[in-house]
T-cell receptor, first 113, second 113 residues
């Protein structure tokens, strides 16, 4: 158990809809990262927050947004969903902001019908 | 763009033998590297990391070697066990690029009893 908690484990929705994925980092970790894992793209970094502030951005679509709250949990919002958004979404956390081991949750599997 | 070992080969290993998993990275500015293990239905699990000022690091039954000259990373697993069967990913982190892990495509390890 990595200590990172993601909810829900599975999400099934339709095109055009909006969903929110939630992540609770390990106790003591200030940095949260979001990744997308799909069969054709592998694991792709989306965005990083550190102590409530956005720190790094990857290939995150404009339809996607995230935030980190004062209690350090984070949410990833996906809107105007398309079939191609079907994937596993992972959250990871680390103590500090740079060059540190990132510990992953077990992901949310998003299926768009 | 950046790429880290974008292939998914399969390594078949006899139980008790040593395994060597290789990874090529493309960004010579990368300064931190991590190996992850991912089992079916779970998130990537941290195995071992190494910084660019080192060329070897050992953990429990695992050794990571870094060759910056040829941009090559390897993970050695001693006395491979059935529980080692999983997909293994290498990942690189480039602080100057905004601290985003870039993952390779992964290697599937199958341990034969």
């Amino acid at each position: 158990d990595s200590g990172v908690t993601q909810t829900p484990k599975h999400l099934i929705t339709a095109t055009g809809q909006r969903v929110t994925l939630r992540c609770s980092p390990r106790s003591g970790d200030l940095s949260v990262y979001w990744y997308q894992q799909s069969l054709d793209q592998g694991l792709q970094f989306l965005i990083q927050y550190y102590n409530g502030e956005e720190r790094a951005k990857g290939n995150i679509l404009e339809r996607f947004s995230a935030q980190q709250f004062p209690d350090l949990h984070s949410e990833l919002n996906l809107s105007s969903l398309e079939l191609g958004d079907s994937a596993l979404y992972f959250c990871a956390s680390s103590v500090g902001p740079d060059n540190q081991p990132q510990h992953f949750g077990d992901g949310t599997r998003l299926s768009i019908l | 763009g950046e790429s880290v070992g974008l292939h998914l080969p399969t390594l078949s290993v006899q139980e008790g033998d040593n395994s060597i998993i290789n990874c090529a990275y493309s960004n010579s500015a990368s300064d931190y590297f991590i190996w992850y293990k991912q089992e079916s239905g779970k998130g990537p699990q941290f195995i071992i990391d190494i910084r660019s000022n080192m060329d070897k690091r050992q953990g429990q039954r695992v050794t990571v070697l870094l060759n910056k000259t040829v941009k090559h990373l390897s993970l050695q697993i001693a006395a491979t066990q059935p529980g080692d069967s999983a997909v293994y990913f290498c990942a690189e982190d480039t602080k100057a690029a905004g601290n985003k892990l870039t993952f390779g495509g992964g290697t599937r390890v199958l341990v034969k009893p």
